[in-house]
Antibody, heavy 117, light 110 residues
């Protein structure tokens, strides 16, 4: 069966960086783009960008372009999202989603990132 | 200010139909597909509608989507208690060159 498992909760200080991983199994990893979406407490979903899991090409939201990097390891069927220069406004649940725009979508359980001094 | 706008809440009694609107512009809904997601409390979102009116496998036909000009809507027919959730519309925005979500609509089953 399909599984998408993300890394555990992270607590970071302002100015630090964070890496969130997204381990997939049960489907063809390279058949779908891997998107990253975040949700601050009580807020809407916010798209951060996506990576073409086949060739590694990326497309980032203008908001995060300067401090986000998305990558993947096809042999490990795992995607990664690195976010730098963290501030308290980056406190959120970060989701990976394979195939976000259908006809299938596989979401991770979410990773809580807390930025606090 | 949201690129896509939705009503903050909607409600209905079991069995009723609830309609949720999503208003955009010529740079997003006007020229691109609309997608709808359901987010149950404490859970990850789930795709309900793709390409404006298509249902993924496994999504009940009680859920339907439509699009006209720069607006879209999601209809939930035969409302059930398990439909209590937040519903988000989304679309690609050519001006922003990115995927945008609406603010979400919380559906309550009375």
């Amino acid at each position: 069966q399909v599984q998408v498992v993300q890394s555990a909760t992270e607590v970071k200080k302002p100015g630090a960086s964070v890496r969130v991983s997204c381990k997939t199994s049960g489907y063809s990893f390279t058949s779908y783009a891997l998107h990253w979406v975040r949700q601050a407490p009580g807020q809407r979903l916010e798209w951060m960008g996506w990576i073409n899991t086949g060739n590694g090409n990326t497309k980032y939201s203008q908001k995060f372009q300067d401090r986000v990097t998305m990558s993947r390891d096809t042999s490990a069927t795992t995607g990664y999202m690195d976010l730098s220069s963290l501030t308290s406004e980056d406190t959120a649940v970060y989701y990976c989603a394979s195939g976000l725009t259908g006809p299938v979508d596989y979401w991770g359980q979410g990773t809580l990132v807390i930025v606090s001094s | 200010q949201s690129v896509l706008t939705q009503p903050p809440s909607a409600s209905g009694t079991p069995g009723q139909t609830v309609d949720i609107s999503c208003s955009g512009s010529s740079s997003n809904i006007g020229v691109n597909y609309v997608f709808w997601y359901q987010q149950l409390p404490g859970a990850a979102p789930k795709l309900l509608i793709y390409k404006s009116d298509q249902r993924p496998s496994g999504v009940p036909d009680r859920f339907s989507g439509s699009k006209s000009a720069t607006s879209a809507s999601l209809a939930i027919r035969g409302l059930r208690s398990e439909d209590e959730a937040d519903y988000y519309c989304a679309a690609w925005d050519d001006r922003l060159s990115g995927y945008v979500f609406g603010p979400g609509t919380r559906v309550t089953v009375l």
